[in-house]
């Protein structure tokens, strides 16, 4: 069994980005895992074990017309 520091220190790192649609999401994501610089920072995060907890969450923006919902 590995010794394990005790968790010191929390980051965390928020992308926001502007797709057209969820489709055009998850067509984007279709795209991890082939190309050779996202294979290579998988597999330093894997095997670093720097990320603990990975969430996604979608958000839309705030457009005229709608600040009579706030």
Do not use: K, W
């Not at 998850?26 to 990975?54: H, K, M, T």
């Amino acid at each position: 069994m590995t010794d394990v520091e005790p968790l010191t220190s929390v980051m965390i790192a928020r992308v926001t980005g502007n797709l057209p649609s969820l489709a055009a999401y998850e067509e984007y994501r279709q795209l991890f895992g082939r190309d050779p610089e996202s294979i290579d920072s998988d597999l330093i995060r894997d095997g670093s074990g720097c990320v603990l907890r990975y969430e996604r969450a979608f958000t839309r923006p705030l457009l005229p017309g709608d600040d009579d919902r706030v």
